[in-house]
């Protein structure tokens, strides 16, 4: 490959050298990626199913993505392709094709970028202005030119599809065979229509299970294609008709200017237009770990991208189908869900038990067959065979097919899916969206919850409560305190403030379509921002009088952000502000009345120290603001880290929300520790995490930097102690939830809002990213996104959790019971009588109680406060406990006495005579069987408590379920006898029926 790769370089050569040597040192760099992607894929032994299936699929991605620019090379080899603009779109003002746009961004060519005039001649050419942004009323018109920002998806699966695949199942073609072969022998021998009665009612068993397998397939897909609607809301920020504005990324057209910050993702290809420290993680298209630095220099977007540090802004060049993103997922097919824990499990028994159905049912087959022969011996009838006891051998095999259409539980994963499937439904409801199916059962095991505090436990809208400045400590409390303050400090002193708001800031104040003032930007900033517009200032005439030379973005390493800024007298002035410690550590000067530095001496650090502390012990947040004049402004491009004069300390408060503290309680009920993660400051932490119920006497709360200087042996003694661990750097979370994880194997969900929570949210068991202030980079690596940022959500999620993990139990349960009665029943009735006591259909209908609408009634409970009343279920415990068990023998050891006394005393109990009593019999044993298992199923709501019936009635679709069965099985034993080989019972039968399934 190398060698063709060099060969190119000499063609391209004799073109433009620069150009080509680039291209070819590109191509050498995807080589080498091949070869170390090659080694990761012949490691796949070595890792996980789900790390298997990842990078399987980024593998795809990346083929797809060099074959792409492996092209693209050919074509500038060969001359740059001659685009040919539509009349439609000149005569719209465009002055260049959507296919031109789209190649110059997905080339990387920056000599077509230039030969149209740079940025801004194509901003001209697209027709807007870097300022003003798109006009509302040309949308529609550019979406038509440039396109949607969509990609191309697979169709939605119709009802048929499902009932195809229902149509597929093995056991159910050979009982289709079966019951062809019963009608074509019937015909001959018992005449029209009583030939056809056994074949057509195997048919139409067969078609109600079909039906009901693919109603309840299909309604489960349109559950998950609302959440898949669900996951795919996502908020951009752009200018449009002059002001900054949220619109969904599906909205996005060609000329937006898309605003990004940390942790956004890019959502179309697009052109730099300004920035500060702009890094993109492109690693997800190119196999690159390294960020790319977006400038000037290399000012190419790419969509499905990830900004990972600096903020800055782009011009949509390329949306939906013709971006890079696009163009890959053409190449690509989407997979399905993986199965969830459980369901492996489950998949796993239903296995064996099938394998012993197979084998009883073999059984079965061979007595029945071995007794017929025995009997046609006995009679000397061996050589004379007629179409009659081909019937019956035909039957006999019908009978073992059916034993293991009963005993295959097919309805296991089935009733894991229902139940999981309508959980993720409810708790989107309450504000909870469920990105993987396994989150919602891992859920209801977990033992630990790491939680953030800033708007998890608290409100997320912070306000400045309390200031210090020149000495004097104030209140805040809306603008009559503003207006005192204002007359308290000089115009100097109020004028650098200011300045240290609105210039040292990521957020912005922007004005609606009403003139009102919008503060959009991060929770902490914007309270600063609605205090200096308190205090007078304004927002825009500051950033016009005074120009942003330098940013240095906010990181949770250093814990502050800095600003170069170029002020209207020519002088370098560096704002600072960020964590209280950290700043006042690089400060040597205080600002006094007048606005003039003076320097600062220990005691007034002391004091100002002690000030901190006061505002952290009221759960104040708090921030130090501070600035430099830099004396020699040919140093423009580096903020200095000490020397600063401190402005103001800032305490903000973010009340806790309602309801947390019951939250707290009854995760502690549960058997949930709640831990308290957090980067502020330790004072801070541990009076929310009083008065959340979090941190209690016993317990032990650190800071982030004593915690990670640990060894392992000391970690290994507090880790079970700590309940608050303030002013954390991400790597001291992700240490915390590997530890608590593998050392103490705890089920560990992780509540994240930042791109940095990112590592911690992956490394849990569950991860839970915030939908309001969450990244799209936490969002990504999370499992559940709580779209309320509340922390009374999340015990949502672990009592939905719970739910599913005891109603799946539940299932088993039934359906255990089911499958040990009906194979006794038959293997012993072959063995003893020579003939199989239920029919093929009867099994059928049996089978389609069991399955599905046992699977729906018992899976689709909702959960209930007593869950949260026992302690969670750990890794190591069984599925089926001995509570299940004894159920599970109990009832079946009823049901197969019951059975076996009808069967051999029903005449002379029942007092029956006359040529049909057999016939009132074995109907009587199906619908004592199947009343049996109707309240088999009551019985199974609550596996250890006897009240059975509590909150019975609140679950509808459990009584519908109970009512549809009744009427089914009153209709084929009274009007389908033909078909279902029943007789009419009377009501006392009826009733009798009735009581003796009541009785189990």
């Not at 061979?366 to 009659?388: G, I, M, Q």
């Not at 250093?558 to 002020?567: H, N, P, R």
Request: hydrophobic letters at 45%; one cysteine or more; proline letters at 3%.
């Amino acid at each position: 490959m190398e060698r063709y790769l060099k060969k190119d370089f000499d063609v391209q050569s004799k073109h433009s050298s620069e150009a080509a040597l680039r291209r070819w040192r590109s191509a050498a760099t995807i080589v080498k990626n091949r070869r170390r992607r090659f080694r990761d894929i012949a490691n796949l032994h070595m890792r996980s199913e789900a790390e298997k299936k990842k990078l399987k699929i980024q593998e795809k991605i990346r083929v797809a993505l060099y074959v792409q620019k492996a092209a693209l090379q050919f074509i500038d080899a060969g001359g740059r392709v001659e685009h040919r603009l539509s009349e439609e779109a000149r005569e719209a003002g465009f002055g260049i094709d959507p296919d031109e746009l789209a190649s110059i961004v997905r080339g990387h060519d920056i000599m077509g970028l230039k030969a149209h005039g740079g940025l801004e001649g194509l901003a001209r050419k697209v027709h807007v202005s870097l300022d003003e942004g798109v006009k509302s009323s040309d949308i529609a018109t550019r979406q038509n030119i440039y396109g949607l920002n969509r990609y191309t998806e697979k169709p939605s699966r119709t009802f048929l599809m499902f009932v195809w695949d229902a149509l597929h199942d093995l056991t159910l073609i050979i009982l289709m065979i079966c019951a062809v072969i019963s009608i074509g022998v019937g015909l001959p021998t018992e005449g029209w229509p009583e030939g056809m009665y056994s074949g057509v009612g195997i048919l139409v068993s067969i078609f109600l299970v079909v039906l009901v397998t693919a109603i309840s397939d299909y309604r489960q897909s349109l559950q998950f294609r609302d959440l898949d609607k669900e996951k795919k809301k996502i908020f951009v920020q752009v200018t449009r008709d002059g002001y900054r504005q949220k619109i969904s990324i599906y909205d996005l057209v060609v000329g937006d200017i898309v605003h990004l910050s940390i942790g956004d993702q890019v959502p179309a290809d697009g052109v730099f237009i300004s920035g500060y420290s702009l890094l993109i993680d492109e690693s997800g298209l190119s196999g690159e770990s390294e960020p790319v630095h977006i400038s000037e220099e290399k000012p190419f977007f790419l969509s499905g991208t990830k900004v990972t540090d600096g903020s800055g802004k782009m011009l949509v060049t390329t949306v939906g189908m013709r971006t890079e993103w696009g163009k890959l997922m053409e190449t690509l097919t989407e997979g399905g869900d993986d199965e969830t824990p459980l369901q492996v499990k489950l998949n796993g028994v239903a296995t064996i038990i099938g394998k012993i159905g197979l084998a009883f049912a073999v059984l079965t087959f061979v007595v029945l067959v071995v007794r017929f022969l025995v009997e046609k011996a006995l009679r000397k009838e061996f050589t004379d065979w007629s179409s009659s006891d081909a019937l019956t051998l035909l039957n006999y095999f019908a009978i073992a097919v059916t034993i293991i259409v009963v005993a295959v539980p097919e309805g296991l994963p089935l009733a894991v899916t229902l139940s999981l499937a309508f959980a993720m439904k409810k708790l989107m409801k309450e504000k909870a969206l469920v990105r993987h199916l396994s989150a919602c059962e891992t859920m209801g095991s977990a033992s630990c919850i790491c939680t953030d505090k800033t708007g998890t436990l608290t409100t997320n809208h912070m306000v400045v409560h309390k200031i210090w400045i020149c000495g004097k400590a104030e209140e805040i409390k809306g603008s009559e305190s503003a207006d005192g303050l204002k007359s308290e400090i000089s115009g100097r002193v109020s004028s650098i403030l200011l300045q240290a708001i609105f210039q040292n800031t990521s957020s912005e104040v922007v004005k609606d379509k009403d003139g009102k003032n919008t503060i959009l930007g991060t929770p902490t900033e914007s309270a600063l921002l609605e205090f200096g517009l308190l205090l007078g200032g304004n927002f825009d005439a500051q950033r016009k009088e005074n120009k942003i030379v330098t940013v240095e973005p906010f990181n949770s390493v250093k814990k502050k952000m800095s600003v170069l800024v170029a002020l209207p007298d020519g002088r370098i002035r560096a704002f600072c502000k960020g964590a209280s410690e950290i700043i006042l550590s690089m400060c040597n000067k205080i600002v006094n009345y007048d606005g003039e530095s003076i320097p600062l001496s220990e005691v007034q650090e002391r004091n100002i120290t002690d000030i901190i502390n006061g505002f952290a012990s009221e759960a104040l947040r708090t921030l130090c603001l501070a600035f430099k004049d830099l004396d020699d402004p040919s140093n423009e491009n580096d903020i200095p880290t000490y020397g600063y004069t401190l402005i103001m300390v800032v305490g903000i408060k973010d009340p806790t929300r309602p309801g947390v503290k019951d939250a707290v309680q009854t995760c502690l009920a549960a058997g949930i520790a709640v831990r308290m993660v957090t980067g502020d400051n330790i004072n801070t932490a541990k009076a929310i995490a009083k008065e959340c119920g979090i941190l209690t006497e016993d317990g032990l709360a650190i800071e982030g930097p004593e915690f990670h200087s640990m060894s392992l042996e000391e970690m290994r003694k507090i880790i079970p102690k700590i309940q608050v661990m303030a002013r954390s750097l991400p790597s001291d979370k992700h240490t915390l939830v590997t530890h608590l994880r593998k050392l103490y194997g705890e089920v560990v969900a992780v509540t994240g809002d930042g791109t940095n929570d990112a590592p911690a949210l992956h490394e849990a068991d569950i991860g839970l990213a915030m939908g309001i202030a969450g990244t799209e980079v936490a969002k990504e690596n999370a499992d559940v996104i709580i779209m309320d940022d509340n922390f009374a959500t999340i015990v949502n999620v672990a009592k939905w959790g719970r739910a599913v993990y005891i109603n799946i139990q539940k299932f088993v349960q039934f359906q255990l019971t089911v499958n040990v009665v009906a194979l006794v029943v038959n293997f012993v009735s072959a063995c003893i009588s020579g003939s199989a006591p239920f029919t093929a259909v009867q099994l059928l209908w049996v089978n389609l109680i069991m399955d599905t609408l046992g699977a729906l009634a018992l899976a689709t409970e909702p959960p209930n406060n007593a869950l949260m009343e026992r302690p969670p279920v750990g890794r190591s415990v069984s599925f089926i406990t001995k509570t299940m068990w004894r159920n599970i023998i109990g009832q079946s050891i009823y049901q197969l006495i019951v059975i076996g006394v009808i069967s051999v005393y029903g005449k002379r109990l029942l007092r029956l005579s006359g040529s049909d009593a057999s016939d009132i019999i074995d109907t009587f044993i199906f619908n004592t069987f199947v009343f049996c298992q109707l309240f088999n199923e009551i019985n199974s709501r609550d596996i250890e408590k006897i009240n059975i019936f509590r909150g019975m009635f609140d679950s509808w679709i459990f009584i519908i379920v109970m009512v549809c069965t009744v009427a089914f099985q009153i209709i084929i034993v009274e009007l389908l006898g033909t078909f279902a080989s029943t007789v009419p019972q009377s009501w006392q039968l009826w009733i009798l029926s009735i009581l003796i399934g009541a009785v189990n």
